[in-house]
């Protein structure tokens, strides 16, 4: 099994400002055939489904903000989101789709400062 | 646009069953592979188990296999959760998904086990 890893648990940032969110799977989630990296990134607010904010690593959802950015490759990837608004507090997910089971990260916790 | 509608949460005893459904609109069911996805209390996310939409592959997470069982008729658009066996650790949240990823999810069904 994949399993996966966030850092941190929580991040506090002020509003405007970058925040970064780390992701590390315990195995490759990259496939060869067709080059694409099976992560994805959630974001999840109380009281509502988790929506889907990046997939294939690093590409945007359509309708999501273009603050919001996810990089990497292979095991280690990361989501940015620049400048930084009062709505974008939730909880922020990775998730491999890699291979059964379809493993989450463990959250990440946004605050604004 | 797409809706998925969970139904079937509720209280159940320690070692009860239960089903959940889920009923799909606005996108071609049978072609999208469903998931169950559950939030526990103050917890994380985590995947429970999907169903493909061709061969009807079924496959769990270790914490729910050979308790849970997935399914879908796709004649009526709907996904289904048969749970036996459960326990307080299932009390949670429990979201559809059609997709894997995908932004379609339902709004989630809350499944409390306690006595």
């Known amino acids: 099994d994949i399993v996966m890893t966030q850092s941190p648990d929580s991040l506090t940032v002020s509003l405007g400002e970058r925040a970064t969110i780390n992701c590390k799977s315990s195995?490759?989630?990259?496939?060869?055939?067709?080059?694409?990296?099976?992560l994805a990134w959630y974001q999840h607010k109380p009281g509502q489904p988790p929506k889907l904010l990046i997939y294939?690593?690093?590409t945007r959802q359509s309708g999501v903000p273009d603050r919001f950015s996810g990089s990497g490759s292979g095991t280690d990837f990361t989501l940015t989101i620049t400048g930084l608004q009062a709505e974008d507090v939730a909880v922020y997910y990775c998730?491999?789709?890699?291979?059964?089971?379809?493993?989450f990260g463990q959250g990440t916790n946004l605050e604004i400062e | 646009e797409v809706q998925l509608v969970e139904s079937g949460g509720g209280l159940v005893q320690p070692g009860g069953s239960l089903r959940l459904s889920c009923v799909a609109s606005g996108l071609t069911f049978s072609r999208y592979v469903m998931c169950w996805v559950r939030q526990a209390p103050g917890k994380g996310l985590e995947w429970v188990s999907s169903i493909s939409g061709t061969d009807g592959s079924t496959y769990y997470a270790d914490s729910v296999k050979g308790r849970f069982t997935i399914s879908r008729d796709n004649s009526r658009d709907t996904l289904y959760l048969q749970m036996n066996s459960l326990g307080a650790e299932d009390t949670a949240v429990y979201y559809c998904?059609?997709?894997?990823?995908?932004?379609?999810w339902g709004q989630g069904t809350l499944v409390t086990v306690s006595s």
């Open positions: 998904q059609a997709g894997q990823p995908s932004d379609n």
């Open positions: 195995q490759s989630v990259f496939y060869s055939s067709n080059n694409k990296n099976y």
């Open positions: 998730q491999q789709y890699y291979s059964i089971p379809y493993r």
């Open positions: 294939w690593a690093s």
